[in-house]
């Protein structure tokens, strides 16, 4: 039986001027599956995860997230849909506490003025709370929940960002770069918690350059390189594909080289 | 209480209202120098509502609010298109019509200003200043403070989490606007008179001054702003006019050293009873104090 895409990208179009940084790109992610999406800088994995989360609107094509369109849904309700993402560029809230910037990843759960208006310790003793605190320990984020974020290693801060990503229980995970910066050591912690979340029941779309985490991680891989998908397929043959080499070599670059990340 | 004392009380309380007012919109990072703006539309309704359509308070200071929160909300769509430093000079404008149309405005006593028929005593003014501190902290507790701290500080990561954040800036603009204008029906009932010449744009820069300078992250900025900006005058006092050098020297001071503003949420974690003792099952993460 196939399984049903959790994900349906349709001929999805993107210009900025006379630059089309999005050019009819089209896969679906399978429900359930652990997906990366790679492609040498500049490739436009950053825009289509921006095209995904509402941030520009579209050109042409159209983004189905389990069954239904979404790319006319505005940003702030495709959370609520069940799409939620991590940055690039950690963008934890520098002046909330580590907590509460986990809480404001339960923003989209809240349901109507009474969650809203009531003081958040109140609501049913401090729930909220207590659930984030919860997901901060399952991820093995050993700190103080009122430290500020700005005190705290790199490592730690990223591992945040994807805590307050997962706090709205989103169906689809999108993560881009989760690895960047981080030691091997630290890089095995989160390749293994992701496997968790998504044996969670947990879909995840990965941007990653390091290949040996997506190897690790990601059983599927698509490959973008100048808006165009050029590869979509299992990721132990990605390095195998003609057109996926060119790309990388051709422009003088390896996967996985830690150089700039400007996507 | 001395008539000195009182005068001060008086004036503390609608100072902390009113920076209570300019607070709300400036912890979703909004700067509204148009504060005396509001509360010349607050003042000035009581004072007409008392005066000429005879009124008591406890009918005028309800409606003077209403009046200055539909002000609020309607300005702010077009306040809210602009940003920065374009949002300051914009609301800098707004303050700058309001008390321009009160001094030619026949109807409201142009520059000789109007008188006050219903006094309030200091009593009243205390209870509202109470009211008002009580109910900022309730909601900067909530989710919806939340969400404003957060609007401050990323407003596509708020948008993402999913914040509505327009609806959010568009009401916090209209609740500061009926705090204004509750700190100046306040002062119309209590000082029996008011003038246009009193809103000036002075009064609005002193007001954002005892926001930035008390701390725009926490309810506690406004409080120790207002008490800070209020008390340190009369206790300079003895200097005579040399307090205003002074004054601005610590103004001066306050913004190199502490930019942030006074109370920051940092410090008040560090002061909260929950961290008083450590956390036995949690290492002990340093929680910092940087703005």
């Known amino acids: ?263 | 209480m001395s008539g000195y004392a009182s005068g001060i009380v008086a004036i503390l309380c609608i100072n902390l209202i009113f920076a209570y007012a300019i607070f709300v919109t400036a912890a979703a990072g909004q700067l509204n120098l148009g504060g005396a703006g509001f509360q010349a539309i607050g003042a000035y309704a009581a004072a007409w509502l008392s005066s000429s359509a005879h009124m008591p308070a406890n009918v005028t200071i309800p409606l003077a609010i209403l009046a200055s929160a539909l002000v609020g909300f309607v300005i702010s769509f077009p306040v809210l298109r602009t940003r920065g430093v374009y949002m300051v000079l914009a609301t800098f404008a707004f303050g700058q019509f309001v008390s321009g149309f009160l001094l030619r405005s026949p109807t409201f006593g142009g520059a000789i200003g109007m008188v006050v028929a219903d006094y309030i005593g200091v009593g009243a003014l205390v209870i509202c200043a109470v009211v008002t501190t009580l109910l900022v902290f309730f909601l900067m507790a909530s989710r919806l403070g939340l969400a404003i701290r957060s609007i401050h500080d990323d407003e596509l990561v708020s948008t993402i989490m999913g914040v509505n954040v327009r609806a959010v800036q568009v009401a916090m603009f209209t609740l500061g606007g009926a705090l204004a204008g509750l700190s100046g029906a306040l002062y119309a009932h209590h000082f029996s008179f008011v003038e246009a010449q009193y809103f000036n744009s002075l009064l609005s820069i002193y007001v954002l001054l005892f926001v930035l300078i008390g701390g725009t992250q926490t309810a506690w900025g406004p409080l120790v702003g207002s008490l800070f900006f209020t008390l340190l005058p009369e206790l300079m006092r003895v200097g005579g006019s040399w307090r205003y050098v002074v004054f601005g020297v610590v103004i001066v001071l306050m913004m190199v050293l502490r930019p942030q503003g006074i109370v920051t949420r940092a410090l008040v974690a560090r002061l909260s009873p929950r961290n008083w003792w450590p956390a036995s099952s949690r290492a002990a993460t340093r929680v910092s104090d940087a703005g």
């Open chain 1, 1 to 263: 039986m196939p399984v049903e895409p959790i994900l349906s990208l349709k001929q999805v179009t993107k210009r900025f001027g006379g630059l089309t940084v999005a050019d009819q790109v089209s896969f679906d992610v399978p429900q359930g599956s652990r997906m990366a999406l790679i492609g040498p800088n500049g490739a436009g994995k950053t825009t289509l995860f921006n095209l995904m989360s509402g941030v520009y609107p579209l050109d042409g094509g159209s983004i189905w997230l389990e069954g239904r369109q979404i790319d006319g849904l505005p940003s702030r309700q495709r959370i609520g849909a069940g799409l939620s993402r991590s940055f690039q560029n950690i963008r934890l809230m520098p002046h909330l506490s580590v907590i509460e910037n986990v809480m404001l990843g339960q923003h989209a759960k809240a349901s109507g003025l009474g969650d809203l208006m009531t003081p958040i310790l109140w609501q049913r003793a401090g729930r909220w709370r207590q659930m984030a605190i919860e997901r901060l320990e399952a991820a093995g984020i050993d700190v103080h929940p009122d430290a500020e974020v700005s005190s705290l290693p790199y490592g730690v801060r990223k591992k945040i960002e994807v805590v307050r990503a997962l706090m709205s229980s989103p169906s689809l995970l999108m993560l881009d770069e989760p690895a960047a910066g981080l030691n091997p050591r630290e890089t095995a912690e989160l390749s293994a918690f992701l496997k968790d979340v998504a044996a969670d029941g947990v879909t995840l779309l990965v941007v990653e350059h390091d290949m040996s985490f997506v190897h690790d991680l990601c059983e599927r891989t698509v490959v973008l390189n100048f808006g165009r998908l050029i590869y979509n397929g299992a990721t132990r043959s990605v390095q195998d594909d003609a057109a996926v080499r060119e790309a990388y070599l051709g422009s003088r670059r390896v996967a996985g080289d830690g150089g700039d990340r400007a996507a």
